[in-house]
C-alpha cells in the first residue's frame, strides 16, 4: 500500500499590507486635545489679565505671574495630552493576529503621534490668532504696570549705553564752555543749557560718574541758573546722580527679573512637553487596552 505524499504551498504573506497607523483616531484625538488647549489656554489668559492692573500697587508680582504661567502650561498640557491620547487608544480597531506586546507599541505610538500633532497645531494656533487677539491687551495693561519712573529710568539706561549718539556733541561742549558760566551770553535760552546738562549727565551715567570738570562746571552752571551757593549746588547735583543711580539699578533688576522668569516659564514650558507626550502616549495605551477588553467581553457574551 503506497501513500502519494503531496505537498501544500500556502502563499501567505509574511507581513500586512495595511498601515499600523490609524489616522482616523490620531486626527479625533489631536482635535480633542487642540479644543481642550484652546478653552484652557483663554481661561488662563483671562484669569491672567485680572491679576493686572494699570493702578499701582493692584498688579500681582512679576514672580507671581510666572508661576501662575507655568502652572498654567502644565495643566494646559497634561489635560489635554491625557484626554486626546485616551481616544486615540478608545476609538482605534482592534488590530487582529498581532502579540499584546506589538498592540501596546502601536497603541502608545498612536498617543505619542496624537499629542505631536496637537502642539503642532496648538502652537501654530497661538502664533497668529490668539497671540493677535491675547497679545494687544495683555501688552496694553503690561504697560500699564509700574511707575512711569521705571520705564523711563530704563529709556534713560538704554540711551545712555548708546553712547556714540552723545559723545560728538558732549565733546563739543566741553570745548565751548564759558570760563564763568555766570558770564554766559545772555540769548542762551533754558533749552539750550538742559540740552547741554542732560549731555553732561548722560556722560557720567555711562562712566559711572562725573569728572571733576564736569562737576565743577555743572555745580557753577546750577548756582548761576538756580542762585544757589556752589556748596547748595553740588548738594543738589549729588542727589539728582544718587536718583539717577537708583532708577537705573532698579532698571536693571526688572529686566533681569523679567529674563527669569522668561527662562523660567521656558523651561517649565519644555518639561511640561515632555511629561505631557509620556502622559499621551500611556493614556492611548490604557485606552486602546479598555476597547480590546471591552470587545473581548461582548464577543463572550454573545456565544
Do not use: C
Amino acid at each position: 500500500m503506497s501513500y502519494a505524499s503531496s505537498t501544500v504551498v500556502t502563499d501567505a504573506p509574511l507581513e500586512s499590507s495595511a498601515s499600523a497607523v490609524s489616522w482616523g483616531p490620531i486626527i479625533a484625538g489631536t482635535l480633542a486635545a487642540t479644543a481642550i488647549s484652546l478653552i484652557f489656554i483663554l481661561v488662563g489668559s483671562g484669569l491672567g489679565l485680572t491679576m493686572v492692573s494699570p493702578w499701582s500697587g493692584e498688579s500681582a508680582s512679576l514672580t507671581t505671574l510666572g508661576a501662575t504661567a507655568a502652572v498654567s502650561l502644565i495643566v494646559v498640557q497634561w489635560v489635554s495630552a491625557a484626554l486626546g491620547g485616551y481616544l486615540t487608544g478608545r476609538l482605534r480597531a482592534k488590530w487582529v493576529g498581532v502579540h499584546t506586546y506589538e498592540v501596546f507599541f502601536r497603541d502608545t505610538a498612536h498617543g505619542f503621534l496624537a499629542w505631536a500633532l496637537a502642539t503642532v497645531v496648538v502652537a501654530g494656533l497661538l502664533g497668529s490668532t490668539l497671540s493677535s487677539v491675547l497679545g494687544a491687551g495683555t501688552q496694553a495693561a503690561a504697560s500699564a504696570v509700574g511707575a512711569a519712573g521705571t520705564a523711563g529710568a530704563a529709556a534713560t539706561a538704554s540711551a545712555a549705553d548708546n553712547r556714540s549718539d552723545f559723545s560728538p556733541v558732549y565733546f563739543t561742549d566741553a570745548l565751548l564752555r564759558p570760563s564763568n558760566p555766570a558770564a554766559a551770553p545772555a540769548n542762551q535760552s533754558n533749552e539750550a543749557v538742559s540740552a547741554e546738562v542732560s549731555r553732561v549727565l548722560v556722560n557720567g551715567i555711562v562712566d559711572g560718574k562725573l569728572s571733576a570738570d564736569d562737576q565743577t562746571y555743572l555745580q557753577q552752571v546750577v548756582a548761576s541758573r538756580t542762585g544757589l551757593s556752589e556748596a547748595d549746588a553740588k548738594a543738589r547735583i549729588d542727589a539728582v546722580l544718587t536718583r539717577i543711580n537708583e532708577a537705573k539699578t532698579a532698571a536693571q533688576k526688572a529686566a533681569d527679573d523679567a529674563r527669569k522668569t522668561a527662562s523660567a516659564i521656558a523651561l517649565f514650558g519644555a518639561l511640561s512637553l515632555f511629561v505631557g507626550a509620556f502622559i499621551a502616549s500611556v493614556a492611548a495605551a490604557i485606552g486602546g487596552r479598555q476597547r480590546d477588553e471591552d470587545e473581548e467581553r461582548m464577543a463572550l457574551l454573545q456565544r
